[in-house]
């Protein structure tokens, strides 16, 4: 087929379509003339096509409640425009041509298509991330945008198992054998569910027990069973797998159980290394060792990055391995006598589980009342310095568990939470914030129910979250009056203008609605759900977030690779054409967000 002309195919994101989606496009796509002043795409309507400008302006703008036009950006050749529009099924703006245009029209159901098609596509415009060009020249490594897409019903399942609770050791035994699977599936007459026996389970029960051979399987059972649906996708096994420190789920379709999958099947789909760190950090018996496993922690995210893995997909599974190697250290320094009395609480982004690189600990304890252990300054000194030696810096603003300001009693806590409903501002709004992003992960969790209760009371004063919400508005978002992205030498600050304003928005209004989730994405979801926000902005929102991670991420990588400490701040300079429109998007978005913060908690700017 002829190529069209003037329609780049070599540069991205169309260097990343394979050779099927390449002949799509070109069978597809269509020229368009565009006289001066035609709209090509009206804001709050979806678009007929994806545009790319061939010669010509065109003008981004919205018109405002007294209809006036505020322009947001401009457009020239190379320039793609409506993509979001095509996605989200509405503009978020208007685009208008300065004078005549010429463009290639790729029709809308061609572009979906072609999304569906090609996951390396589909990631360059959904995460907002210019994915490589050397993806599309590796196509004999497999994807780990295809554990986007494969879902658990695909993966090779192992048909399930099932035998009574009177099953001896040997006949169970002989029946793994004969069925080639490495679990079964016990029913008894005890239990309303059944549970789950592995060939480890036998081997200890025989090995480490001493029990004999004709002894029944029904008291070895694991209850309750770790499941996962067929409709889940394959990376989020792994994920589950990874946190649990299991080999194997069971997978459900409604009621029925469909089968059983284990890491080899889900390894088969993608070779991670994160079962490797698991599995090193597992046999760990020393900060050294600890710290030898975690090491190939941020190879493991530079390699899913570069393979178009999902942001939210990646955020979880290096939250699983952070709590993994946190735990493994709070193993360590803490005696077991005391594990019972104490519960270690991460905060900040990694409360949230969208932490990706290592960042300063954010952490702190809640003890029991009665606790009597004169070691426990020490023992949290020891630990603090270990997760700096792994890797983890110290924090900044010493929200850490070797300062006795974060090791609270339950009744302390609850005391701490009063004041900070009496005092609004200042450091206890910033230790509020934090607190409100906490997450058990190692102890005894059931101490921190009742500090969670008394954070979730906080929901209920006007005033306090008309405070605490203030800060949202506290950083402008980085755009110019014409809607380009504002930058100083350094770039601009993505943390500041983009991700805090989300992350903080959806905390304060979580907390109004009385939404106990952590993540930002849950609570979004929580918060459509109860009609606190639209669809719409409950769709953009967390693209928005993904969009800031991705750019974000792609430059500490940068930043590393070229010896330098990572930070928050991207150069717009640098973003190919694209990304710097999704950028400009996902600032608006954060625009629209503040507005809505602003008027459901009576704030001016």
């Known amino acids: 087929m002829d190529p069209v002309p003037g329609l780049d195919l070599s540069l991205p994101p169309f260097d990343l379509l394979d050779d099927a989606g390449r002949r799509r496009l070109q069978s597809s796509v269509d020229m368009g003339f565009h006289p001066g002043g035609t709209t090509l795409i009206e804001a709050g309507k979806d ?51 300065e004078g005549d245009c010429l463009s290639h ?19 360059y415009f959904n995460e907002g991330l210019a994915t490589k060009g050397r993806l599309s020249s590796s196509s004999e ?47 008894d007459r005890a239990h309303d569910d059944p549970g789950i026996v592995t060939r480890t389970d036998l081997l200890d029960a025989l090995t480490r027990e001493r029990l004999p051979l004709d002894a029944p399987i029904g008291p070895l059972a ?9 409709g889940e996708v394959l990376f989020q096994a792994l994920i589950d797998m990874t946190e649990r420190q299991i080999e194997r789920v069971v997978v459900t379709e409604g009621s029925r159980v469909a089968g059983t999958l284990g890491m080899a099947e889900v390894l088969a789909h993608f070779a991670s290394h994160s079962h490797l760190i698991s599995l090193r950090l597992a046999r760990a018996r020393d900060v050294d060792a600890i710290a030898e496993a975690a090491s190939g922690m941020t190879r493991l995210v530079r390699s899913l990055s570069t393979h178009g893995a999902r942001i939210p997909y990646m955020s979880e599974l290096v939250s699983a391995l952070n709590n993994l190697v946190m735990r493994r250290v709070f193993d360590l320094m803490v005696p077991v006598e005391f594990r019972d ?95 409100l992003d906490a997450r058990p992960i ?58 805090f304003p989300v992350v903080h928005g959806l905390r304060c209004l ?15 979801a929580a918060l459509v759900e109860c009609g606190e926000l639209s669809p719409g902005l409950g769709r953009d929102l967390p693209q ?52 809505h913060i602003r008027q459901s908690f009576h704030l001016r700017d």
């Not at 994807?143 to 099932?162: K, Q, S, T, Y």
């Not at 309750?224 to 649906?229: E, H, M, Q, W």
């Not at 008309?466 to 978002?477: I, K, N, Q, R, S």
């Open 105 to 123: 029209l790729i029709p809308a159901a061609t572009f979906r298509q072609l999304l569906a098609d090609n996951p390396r596509v589909a990631a």
């Open 222 to 230: 694991t209850r309750p069973l770790a499941t996962i649906g067929t």
């Open 442 to 499: 190692a102890g005894n969790a059931a101490l921190f129910a009742p500090v969670k209760g008394a954070l979730m009371s906080l929901g209920d004063d006007a005033i306090l979250l008309h405070h605490l919400a203030a800060a949202t508005l506290e950083f402008d978002t980085p755009l110019t009056f014409f809607g380009r992205v504002r930058a100083g030498g350094a770039g601009a600050d993505i943390k500041k203008g983009g991700i």
């Open 141 to 187: 490594r497999r994807d780990a945008g295809e554990l986007m897409v494969i879902r658990v019903g695909e993966a090779d399942l192992a048909p399930p198992e099932r035998v009574d609770g009177t099953t001896t050791i040997a006949a169970a035994s002989a029946r793994l054998r004969e069925r080639r699977v490495d679990c079964l599936l016990v029913y």
């Open 341 to 435: 009395r104490i519960c270690l609480l991460v905060m900040g982004s990694e409360g949230r589980r969208e932490q990706l690189l290592k960042t300063d600990q954010d952490n702190a304890l809640v003890l029991a009342d009665d606790l009597d252990w004169p070691g426990l300054a020490e023992a949290m000194d020891r630990f603090s310095a270990a997760l700096a030696r792994i890797g983890y810096p110290p924090c900044p603003g010493r929200v850490m568990v070797d300062n006795p300001h974060w090791r609270m009693s339950a009744t302390q806590w609850r005391d701490r939470i009063g004041r900070w409903k009496r005092v609004h501002g200042g450091q206890g709004a910033l230790d509020l914030s934090i607190a």
């Open 544 to 595: 928005a977030l993904n969009v800031f991670q991705h750019m974000r991420l792609d430059a500490q990588l940068a930043a590393l690779d070229a010896g330098e400490t990572p930070g928050n701040h991207i150069d717009p300079s640098r973003l190919r054409r694209l990304d710097r429109e999704l950028m400009r998007d996902a600032l608006h978005v954060v625009k629209d967000f503040r507005g």
């Open 47 to 97: 678009s007929p096509h994806v545009v790319v400008i061939l010669k010509g302006l065109v003008h981004a703008f919205q018109v405002d409640e007294r209809g006036r036009e505020e322009r947001f950006a401009d457009y020239g050749p190379g320039d793609v425009i409506g993509a979001w529009a095509v996605m989200a099924g509405r503009a978020r703006l208007s685009y208008r041509c």
């Open 510 to 524: 979580a907390l109004a609605r009385g939404i106990t989730a952590t993540g930002s994405r849950e609570r979004c």
